[in-house]
């Protein structure tokens, strides 16, 4: 019966697969556009410009901005602009919120008219950023697929930030230190309120805001949460400042890096996600306590140049810039001892800051979008060179080198002139 | 005594009408705290300004201080702005020309941009397989790269490039991705 069964549902597999075939109507398959549909000169040549523009706008504010369309067809065309709202956006933008005047142009060959757009947020918006764009035509660029979202050739892309002056203002919005492993920290923040009315705060650690990348790839953090205890007040009186106390007990056996962020918790609406953290980025690093020994003879009596000189891009903290100045410099004590196991008396001949300047731009060291930076200079770091003599008698030497703030070192030992 | 009254008078009108004055010649927008110039200064200082405040944006923070270097070279003017943030430890800096009423951009180098979206995207570029494979190793550098840029090599908007050396990522801020990754060795 089974059998029976398997060979009529094969049977008729094979029957309606043939009748298929033999019907030879065609099988209509629908190809990809062409490369030569994706050629320029088949769309309408008009030159937008600007074709970006960004507003900064309050809740009930508006603006304008003219973008002029240039026809370089040899034909008149008529531009009819449009509003196309992305809505899969973080922040919806209505396209009421935006007037074009005019509505609708023809533009004569090798003419070009100004259409002036008015941006005008209501009270009501969301704080945020904005994404829109307006079509001058119904041009889209050809794809393969079926977009659900067309990409239009003559469009012009506006950014809208929408903002209120925010009510807290935080003094700094981030902590970058270098840490010692097993010993304790304490960091102040400082809010003011310069709004009318007392404003709530709930600081805490935030949890969706960590990553624990450093300098040498991705990492474990070098300590837990639990390691950082934050005191502070409930709320900001009005006109009135605070200070958050923040507490880092950094374990004995802690290594690398630790980054997280304090969401204060500002009860403001004026305040983005990213206004109302701290970002925290420490470093642990351990400072040696022994010198580092170096034994070496001199088969003549003679002057003994010691030169010692930090990693060039390797500054501390990790996150220091030369800009705000918070970088520690790098030093060093160096020791020499004797054949009578005698310490040596050196003298600091000199101390040299060396620098290494990028002029930017686009070269075997530095991807193509970082072009426009070609010709700006940019310290990629600092490294600091001390230089020491002593005039000594032939012998077996001892020398030591404590390094302070760098991460690794070089020395030269020259015996003679 | 008289003379005395009079002198405060005069004193107390120069002092307003030079206040209106400097009110009405402040063409600062409200994410310019001060501006500071230096150099071969321009006589239309004011109209440059004017300019400026459409050409430089700092990204989610307000420039603190705003240093303007110029200068002069024949007819024009070669000026470099550095605008410094309390938000972060890296500055914005943008160089122009100034040729008789025009100004023009002609380089960025911008880092100043906050802790929060600077650890965020070497985080994403740092989970890309290539720049995984490549062995990455070091502090890199996050640059902002302006839409006029990121149109020719993604799209006509703001992206971050996180680049060690040899390696590039270009991330995507609003999506938190790698768009595209350059390998110096290839």
Known sequence: MKKHLIYTVTGMLLISLFAGLASGQDVVMEMPPTREAFDTEEF???????????????????????VTIKNKEEETITVSPHVVVYPYREYLFDEEWISISPESKEISAGGSQKFKITTTVPEDASIGGYSVSIAFTDETVPTITQQPFPDYIHSFHLS??????????????????????????????????????????????????????????????????????????????AGGSVEINIHVNVPADAKGNYHSAIDLG????????????????????????????????????????????????????????????????????????????????LKKARTIMKGSVSLGGMSMYGPPWESEGEGIYDEMGIQVIEKYTANTQSGEFELGILPQNTQNFEYTITTGE | MRWNSNFAGLLIIFAVLTSGCLIASSTKPHWVHDVEWQGDVPGNVQEIETALWTQIVPHKMEYETVNITSHREGDIYRIQVVGISNASQYADKYDF?????????????????????????????????????????????????????????????????????GVSALVDPQEWRVVTVWRGDE
């Open chain 1, 266 to 345: 500002i009860d403001d609406q004026s305040i983005r996600e990213w206004e109302g953290m701290v970002q925290l980025d420490f470093s642990i690093w351990k400072q040696p306590t022994e010198p580092f020994i170096k034994k070496f003879s001199t088969s003549e009596d003679g002057p003994v140049t010691i030169e010692v000189s930090s990693n060039l891009f390797g500054g501390f903290p990790y996150f220091a810039s030369s800009v705000t100045n918070n970088e520690r410099k790098a030093s060093f004590a160096v020791t020499l001892t004797g054949p009578d196991n005698e310490e040596v008396q």
């Open chain 1, 160 to 237: 809208i930030d929408v903002w209120t002056p925010p009510r807290v203002q935080i003094q700094k919005p981030y902590i970058s230190d270098q840490l010692e492993a097993g010993k304790e920290y304490d960091y102040n923040i400082k809010l003011k309120n310069i709004g009318e009315e007392a404003i709530a705060i709930n600081p805490v650690i935030s949890q969706d805001n960590q990553f624990f990348g450093g300098p040498f790839g991705l990492m474990e953090p070098a300590f837990t949460d639990e390691s950082i205890t934050i005191t502070a007040p409930k709320e900001i009186p």
């Open chain 1, 44 to 66: 309408t040549k008009l030159e937008i410009s600007p074709r970006y523009g960004y507003l900064q706008l309050q809740p009930g504010t508006s603006k304008e901005l003219t």
């Open chain 2, 97 to 165: 020309i100034v040729s008789v009423d025009t100004l023009t951009r002609t380089g960025y180098l911008l880092e100043a941009i906050p802790h929060y979206e600077r650890n965020s995207a070497i985080a994403t570029a740092m989970q890309n397989q290539e720049v995984k494979e490549s062995g990455v190793s070091g502090n890199p550098t996050v640059r902002r790269i302006l839409p006029e840029t990121s149109k020719k090599y993604y799209a006509e908007k703001t992206l971050l490039s996180v680049t060690w050396t």
